[in-house]
């Protein structure tokens, strides 16, 4: 509790110069917002998590489906979206299709998008048809946190694990400062993919997205990032910032740009 009480307050000199040099940017948190600290500011772009719970007994058409018009959306250059990555969850809940998309330039291109796609007949189609095959969905718009990798296609085979947290509200900034540190003793094996916060949505959520070769390969990086001094401090201040974890070992589908 103690050291918990020293994260947060900054009532004393010497605990206010050590929290400035955790922040990502120098700006006093109350006189901004914490998208603006924490986003990519180079970049304006705003990212779609869609989770789809699939009937059992349809998860190979929807695959199919899936793998038949989705590409047609990220190719068109009409379109300012792509297609990140699409995977079905293999550990974790199961029956489970998982999408990322990204829109260059933020919320007017969603906007811009969502128009288009009222008006293209396939696919409000496709989306008839899809939704026949659901049990439940949902989605979230995010950010990319400004220290994290930018998500770029890579050739596979890897599977991939996506780590969602639930952060405890008024958090947010803690842990942007903890893993702006952190990120770096997990960059040996370029096993990070990249890292978003939530605007839309549940909000107070965090996603890191990993690739790993296999379960193996993912049990020894892990397992080494305990041997590099200063990890297992992370860790132990960012454990209390979290109300609920949930982790999904996911295979990309063979659209996705993420192999």
């Given at each position: 509790l103690t050291c918990r009480g020293l994260v947060s307050s900054a009532s004393r000199p010497r605990e206010e110069s050590w929290l400035k040099t955790l922040f990502v940017r120098k700006v006093d948190p109350r006189k901004d917002a914490h998208s603006n600290l924490l986003a990519k500011r180079e970049t304006s772009s705003l990212y779609k998590l869609q989770i789809h719970n699939v009937k059992p007994e349809c998860l190979e058409a929807y695959n199919k489906l899936c793998q038949e018009v989705l590409p047609k959306i990220h190719e068109e250059k009409h379109y300012p979206c792509a297609l990140v990555g699409t995977w079905n969850t293999w550990y974790g809940e199961q029956d489970q299709a998982v999408h990322l998309w990204r829109y260059e330039g933020g919320y007017p291109a969603l906007n811009e998008v969502m128009s288009k796609l009222r008006q293209n007949k396939e696919f409000t189609e496709f989306r008839k048809e899809r939704g026949n095959m659901l049990l439940s969905r949902k989605n979230q718009l995010l950010l990319e946190f400004s220290f994290w990798n930018e998500p770029v296609p890579r050739e596979g085979p890897n599977i991939y694990e996506l780590r969602s947290y639930q952060l405890r509200p008024g958090t947010m900034i803690e842990w942007g400062n903890y893993w702006a540190r952190a990120i770096r003793f997990r960059q040996d094996n370029n096993e990070a993919v990249g890292g978003f916060f939530?605007?839309?949505?549940?909000?107070?959520?965090?996603?890191?997205?990993?690739?790993?070769?296999?379960?193996?390969?993912?049990?020894?990086?892990?397992?080494?990032?305990?041997?590099k001094p200063g990890w297992d401090e992370l860790v132990y201040y960012t454990v209390p910032l979290i109300q609920e974890m949930e982790s999904r070992i996911m295979i990309p589908l063979k659209i996705s740009p993420l192999q």
């Amino acid at each position: 509790l103690t050291c918990r009480g020293l994260v947060s307050s900054a009532s004393r000199p010497r605990e206010e110069s050590w929290l400035k040099t955790l922040f990502v940017r120098k700006v006093d948190p109350r006189k901004d917002a914490h998208s603006n600290l924490l986003a990519k500011r180079e970049t304006s772009s705003l990212y779609k998590l869609q989770i789809h719970n699939v009937k059992p007994e349809c998860l190979e058409a929807y695959n199919k489906l899936c793998q038949e018009v989705l590409p047609k959306i990220h190719e068109e250059k009409h379109y300012p979206c792509a297609l990140v990555g699409t995977w079905n969850t293999w550990y974790g809940e199961q029956d489970q299709a998982v999408h990322l998309w990204r829109y260059e330039g933020g919320y007017p291109a969603l906007n811009e998008v969502m128009s288009k796609l009222r008006q293209n007949k396939e696919f409000t189609e496709f989306r008839k048809e899809r939704g026949n095959m659901l049990l439940s969905r949902k989605n979230q718009l995010l950010l990319e946190f400004s220290f994290w990798n930018e998500p770029v296609p890579r050739e596979g085979p890897n599977i991939y694990e996506l780590r969602s947290y639930q952060l405890r509200p008024g958090t947010m900034i803690e842990w942007g400062n903890y893993w702006a540190r952190a990120i770096r003793f997990r960059q040996d094996n370029n096993e990070a993919v990249g890292g978003f916060f939530s605007q839309i949505g549940q909000l107070y959520m965090v996603h890191h997205l990993w690739a790993y070769k296999d379960l193996q390969t993912r049990e020894d990086i892990r397992n080494a990032a305990w041997n590099k001094p200063g990890w297992d401090e992370l860790v132990y201040y960012t454990v209390p910032l979290i109300q609920e974890m949930e982790s999904r070992i996911m295979i990309p589908l063979k659209i996705s740009p993420l192999q």
